[in-house]
Structures are given as C-alpha cells and as structure tokens.
C-alpha cells in the first residue's frame, strides 16, 4: 500500500453556482456515484490560502488575535492570507501576509505541510510555511481595517502554544496544524529536512 493521497475526478453531470461572494462562491454538482446513481454535492470554492508559524531565536511563534465572526470568537491565529491572484506563488504571498500582519520579514523559508481544511465541504488548499530569522521591516506599517484593525500580537513560546493546542484552548486550524508539525519535524528528521520553499504545490499549482 502506498500512504499517498491521488488525484481522482468523478464525472460531473450537471453543475450550478447558487452563490458567489467577493472572494469565494459556492457550487452545486450532480456527481456520478461508483454504483451509478447520481448525487448533489453544494461546496465552497476557494481560493487557496497561506499561512505562517514564524519561530524567533528565542523558540516563540508570532501569533495574532483576531475577531473570527462566524464562530463568535477572538482566535490566536498564526499570519495567515488568501492567494489573491490565480498562480501566484504562495512564497510571495506568505512574505506579504507576514509584513501586512506583523511587519515582520524572514530570511528563511520552508514548506512545514500542506492541507485541504474541510474537503469535505470546501476545495480550500493551504500551505503552512515555517519562517526563521525574523527581523522588523522596513518602510511604513500596513493600513489595516475591519476585524484586522482590533488584531493584538504577541510572540509566544512554542511550547506554550502546542500545550494550548493539545489542551483544547486554541482552534484556529493553521495554527493547530502549524505548530504541531512543526514539533513533529524537530523530533523527526529536523527542520532541515523539510521541504524547500518552492517545493511543487499540485493543490495550487504557481509559477516559480
């Protein structure tokens, strides 16, 4: 047996888009079942999004708070952004939500995972890079607004935020799976194992 995910499409019959937003919309597929029955399937189309566990030399992560309204709850998050514009490449896109988010920039980049967050029900991809050797920014700090402009920052021991973790006190799903393989890489094979920041995304393919 071979431990791989594979690609896989099953014939689409019919489709619609009952619903579509600024960024996202949602779609209706009458999809052919293996016994050959019919079944509708209504999902979110998404973008794509990357994220961040930016790690200091001190062993913290940087986190943000944010107001998350549709479960009523301010989350510690790691930095975190849609992919905007159709291939780009996720790199540059994490580089921009980490300096729009903390004014923060890194001169090491890898790729810690790569994750649908609910394929069951939305086509949303992520991949959670691991920034090192961080440092301030340069220039002025980005204007933020709506929810962003309430966020707080903090940089927190790693420990820490893997204890909150696995106690049930932090949810937000990059930041969960972020930091948990990032421990998982130190006691594995170590962070210079992990794949490089322009490792091939299949998911959401870009242009390097």
Same mark, same amino acid.
């Given at each position: 047996?071979?431990l791989?995910?594979t690609?896989e499409?099953? $014939?689409?019959? *019919?489709?619609?888009?009952?619903?579509?937003?600024? +960024?996202? @919309?949602? %779609?209706?597929?009458?999809?052919v079942m293996p016994?050959g029955?019919?079944? $509708? $399937?209504?999902?979110?189309?998404?973008p794509? @999004?990357?994220?961040?566990?930016?790690?200091?030399?001190?062993?913290r992560?940087?986190?943000? +708070?944010?107001?998350?309204?549709p479960? $009523?709850? +301010?989350?510690?998050e790691?930095? *975190?952004?849609?992919l905007?514009?159709p291939?780009?490449?996720? /790199?540059?896109a994490?580089? =921009?939500?980490?300096?729009?988010?903390?004014h923060?920039k890194?001169?090491?980049?890898r790729?810690l995972?790569?994750?649908?967050t609910?394929?069951?029900g939305?086509?949303?991809?992520v991949r959670?890079f691991l920034? %090192?050797d961080? @440092?301030?920014?340069?220039?002025? %700090?980005?204007?933020?607004?709506?929810?962003?402009?309430?966020m707080?920052? *903090? =940089?927190?021991?790693?420990?820490?935020?893997v =204890?909150?973790? /696995?106690?049930?006190?932090l949810?937000?799903?990059?930041?969960?799976?972020?930091?948990? @393989?990032?421990?998982? &890489?130190? &006691?594995g094979d170590?962070l210079? *194992?992990?794949?490089?920041?322009?490792?091939?995304?299949?998911? %959401?393919?870009?242009? &390097?």
């Amino acid at each position: 047996m071979e431990l791989q995910d594979t690609p896989e499409e099953w $014939r689409i019959v *019919a489709t619609t888009t009952p619903f579509q937003g600024n +960024k996202t @919309s949602v %779609r209706t597929d009458d999809v052919v079942m293996p016994d050959g029955t019919v079944a $509708r $399937r209504d999902y979110q189309v998404h973008p794509g @999004s990357v994220a961040v566990v930016a790690l200091d030399d001190r062993d913290r992560v940087l986190l943000l +708070k944010q107001y998350r309204h549709p479960v $009523r709850q +301010k989350l510690w998050e790691i930095p *975190a952004g849609l992919l905007d514009v159709p291939g780009e490449n996720p /790199l540059h896109a994490a580089e =921009r939500e980490l300096y729009e988010e903390a004014h923060v920039k890194a001169e090491d980049w890898r790729v810690l995972v790569d994750v649908y967050t609910t394929p069951g029900g939305c086509d949303e991809a992520v991949r959670v890079f691991l920034a %090192r050797d961080l @440092s301030e920014a340069q220039g002025e %700090r980005f204007d933020v607004a709506d929810e962003e402009a309430d966020m707080e920052l *903090a =940089r927190v021991p790693l420990a820490d935020v893997v =204890r909150g973790a /696995l106690a049930g006190e932090l949810h937000n799903n990059c930041l969960v799976v972020g930091v948990l @393989s990032l421990a998982a &890489a130190r &006691a594995g094979d170590g962070l210079d *194992a992990l794949r490089p920041a322009d490792a091939p995304w299949p998911a %959401r393919p870009f242009e &390097a």
